[in-house]
């Protein structure tokens, strides 16, 4: 399988403007994410793919791969899906550019779940995390992910599901981490699929995946890491860098 990683990035962000620019120790968070994605040796290629060209031109200075978008893109996954149109790849892992802690052992998992699926009945592979505090799992800006007895993803919300009516039986509450691995064919489908009212009332692009019959499997990994989606998120992960 030839296996490669796109980091979409957009310069714009409407809780955070300019994100991916802001220095991390010394690079921009951008940068941050591609030597992180690269040094984990699990892809074929890596690239930045782009509306910007403050970000082009800082992953190419700094002698790494990206793509100009040739049309304005709602989603990280409609970006991607115009960059590798005409690539030769079989999966496209989907790294946010706001996640500089990126590593390989959660990636790999994520890898691991095409190797074991000789019939292809998986479209799409992300992770999760368990979590376990109550602002947290209250935060709209936490999605939160319900799955199978066979870890497939039965929906996504930014709501806390499930939901906690029987007091009696512990809620376990599982965060969803935004890096997908798609089958190629699968994120050909997004780009051409119409977005559905759930999708549209959620705000995730996920959703849409299952709303036209995709299986998406989730792989639990206990790394949390820290997304970039706000300035206070950027002063932790400066701690945490140092």
């Known amino acids: 399988m030839k296996i490669i990683a796109m980091i979409p990035a957009r310069y714009a962000a409407s809780r955070f403007p300019a994100k991916l620019m802001q220095d991390l120790s010394g690079k921009p968070v951008i ?6 994605a690269v040094g984990t ?45 005409d690539m030769d ?34 479209d799409l592979a992300s992770l999760m995390v368990r ?29 806390p599901i499930p939901y906690p009516r029987n007091k009696e039986i512990e809620s376990i509450y599982y965060k969803h981490k935004g890096i997908y691995a798609f089958r190629k064919s699968a994120l050909m489908d997004f780009q051409r699929l119409p977005m559905l009212p759930l999708e549209a009332i959620e705000k995730i692009e996920a959703i849409r995946y299952l709303e036209y019959g995709k299986k998406i499997k989730m792989v639990e990994t206990t790394v949390s890491g820290i997304e970039i989606d706000t300035p206070e998120d950027l002063k932790r992960a400066q701690q945490a860098w140092r």
């Open 31 to 36: 940068l941050r994410t591609y030597e992180a």
């Open 41 to 85: 040796k699990l892809f074929d290629q890596v690239y930045v793919v782009t509306d910007s060209d403050v970000i082009f031109s800082t992953i190419t200075n700094a002698g790494g791969k990206a793509l100009m978008s040739q049309k304005e893109h709602d989603c990280g996954s409609d970006r991607i899906a115009e960059a590798v149109a």
């Open 89 to 122: 790849v079989d999966i496209i892992v989907n790294v946010q550019g706001d996640e500089p802690f990126t590593d390989r052992e959660s990636l790999a998992g994520v890898l691991e779940v095409f190797k074991n699926d000789p019939e292809k009945e998986i």
């Open 131 to 159: 979590i376990t505090d109550e602002e947290e799992i209250n935060n709209p800006n936490t999605v939160k992910v319900i799955v199978d007895n066979r870890n497939f993803a039965l929906y996504f919300s930014r709501s």
